[in-house]
């Protein structure tokens, strides 16, 4: 009876395949199985964060503070955190070196050094030191307060995100400290001198959901920032406009085709026109932008309005992105502020 089997230099091509195929696809598997949990641990933190803001909310203990600290004191109360760096010790809580910033160019490394108050946050007008926390799951974070912040104990729509700017990384101290990977943030236009990401030659902050204002205080502040009109009760877009500091640092139409043009791998998309349904959107480098997506897509404000009932947005979808306008009491969209 004749007998069978493989040669051993067939076995040994074999086995080359195989390691040649693992050596390819490994990498790739682990760099998306790290994304993931990355991605996980930013969506449960900010979510507990939202939910504790919104308690100091309903409790009134949301406003009025002149400090970062006294802030922090309060929040440690709703979100618990072991520990508390003054501003002359922020790095015991945070690393020494960051590297930040996605789009056109590549994350710069940032010497932690040197970020010590919200202007280094890209709030200029909030004038408040940086604190440094560590969270119970293992988060560290740097904190700035918008002495600004207003709280609406009646209101189940605030999130108090406007209240504060906070870079936060999920792995803690461990590598790689890098934007869009483990570092994350909110209402963090720039890091020192560095963008959040650029994007033809324009420098964008970190993408967030706006809070809205009512008539009555978008009234009091459209002329300083350039909204022609004002009526929702709960006016999202004009939320947009006050968070970023006017209408000039909110992003234009020819902007958000830049960002459309990147998340979607093309350079065709222009201003004010409807693109697909040939398109493909890149999900992963939306998510290194910082965007937020909901169900595969995500919509983002422009700086026009058109009447004090609606504002203009950009839909970016899994195939097309259309350029269309909304009632903006919508809680849909988000806002990217621009930097200097």
Same mark, same amino acid.
């Given at each position: 009876?004749?007998?069978?089997?493989?040669?051993?230099?067939?076995?040994l091509? =074999?086995l080359?395949?195989?390691g040649?195929?693992?050596?390819? =696809?490994i990498?790739?598997?682990?760099?998306?199985?790290?994304?993931?949990?990355?991605?996980?641990?930013?969506?449960?933190f900010?979510?507990k %964060?939202?939910?504790?803001?919104?308690?100091?909310?309903?409790?009134?203990?949301?406003?009025?503070? *002149?400090?970062?600290?006294?802030?922090?004191?309060?929040?440690s109360?709703?979100?618990?955190?072991t520990?508390? &760096?003054?501003?002359?010790?922020?790095?015991?809580?945070?690393?020494?070196?960051v590297?930040?910033?996605?789009?056109?160019?590549?994350?710069?490394?940032?010497?932690m050094?040197? @970020?010590?108050?919200?202007?280094?946050?890209?709030?200029?007008?909030?004038?408040?030191d940086?604190?440094?926390?560590? /969270?119970?799951?293992?988060?560290?974070?740097l904190?700035a307060?918008?002495p600004? &912040?207003?709280q609406?104990?009646?209101?189940?729509?605030?999130?108090?995100?406007?209240c504060?700017? %906070?870079?936060?990384?999920?792995? $803690?101290?461990? =590598?790689?400290?890098?934007?869009?990977?483990?570092?994350?943030?909110?209402?963090?236009?720039?890091?020192? *001198?560095?963008?959040?990401?650029?994007?033809?030659?324009?420098?964008f902050?970190?993408?967030?959901?706006?809070?809205?204002?009512?008539?009555?205080? &978008?009234?009091?502040?459209?002329?300083?920032l350039?909204?022609n009109?004002?009526?929702?009760?709960?006016?999202y877009?004009?939320?947009a406009?006050?968070?970023?500091?006017?209408?000039?640092?909110?992003?234009?139409?020819?902007? %958000?085709?830049?960002?459309?043009n990147?998340?979607?791998?093309?350079?065709?998309?222009?201003?004010?026109?409807?693109?697909?349904?040939?398109?493909?959107?890149?999900?992963?480098?939306a998510?290194?932008? $910082?965007?937020? %997506?909901?169900?595969?897509? /995500?919509? @983002?404000?422009?700086?026009?309005?058109?009447?004090?009932i609606?504002?203009?947005?950009?839909?970016?979808?899994?195939?097309?992105?259309?350029?269309n306008?909304?009632?903006?009491?919508d809680?849909?969209?988000q806002t990217?502020?621009?930097?200097?």
């Open positions: 009876m004749k007998k069978t089997g493989f040669t051993l230099a067939e076995v091509i =074999t080359g395949i195989i040649v195929v693992a050596a390819l =696809t990498p790739t598997l682990v760099s998306n199985y790290k994304q993931r949990a990355w991605d996980t641990a930013a969506n449960v900010e979510k %964060l939202e939910e504790s803001l919104k308690t100091m909310n309903t409790q009134q203990t949301l406003a009025g503070y *002149r400090n970062t600290a006294d802030f922090v004191n309060e929040l109360k709703h979100f618990k955190i520990r508390v &760096c003054k501003n002359d010790d922020l790095l015991t809580c945070f690393e020494d070196k590297w930040w910033g996605a789009g056109d160019a590549e994350p710069e490394e940032v010497n050094a040197e @970020i010590k108050t919200a202007s280094n946050f890209g709030q200029e007008d909030w004038d408040t940086i604190i440094g926390v560590q /969270f119970a799951n293992g988060t560290t974070g904190v307060y918008n600004d &912040c207003s609406n104990p009646y209101s189940n729509q605030v999130t108090g995100t406007s504060l700017a %906070l870079l936060y990384d999920t792995d $803690g101290f461990k =590598t790689p400290n890098t934007s869009g990977k483990d570092l994350r943030s909110i209402n963090v236009s720039k890091l020192g *001198r560095n963008c959040a990401f650029e994007l033809g030659g324009t420098c902050g970190t993408p967030f959901y706006p809070e809205p204002i009512t008539p009555s205080e &978008c009234e009091k502040i459209k002329g300083k350039g909204i009109a004002c009526g929702y009760a709960n006016d877009w004009a939320g406009v006050k968070a970023c500091g006017g209408i000039s640092k909110m992003p234009t139409p020819e902007q %958000l085709a830049d960002i459309a990147y998340v979607y791998n093309t350079s065709g998309i222009g201003a004010k026109e409807t693109s697909g349904p040939n398109l493909t959107l890149d999900t992963e480098k998510s290194k932008l $910082g965007i937020t %997506l909901v169900g595969g897509y /995500f919509y @983002i404000w422009s700086n026009e309005e058109s009447s004090n609606y504002a203009y947005y950009r839909y970016f979808g899994p195939n097309m992105t259309p350029w306008y909304s009632h903006r009491n809680s849909s969209r990217i502020c621009i930097g200097n």
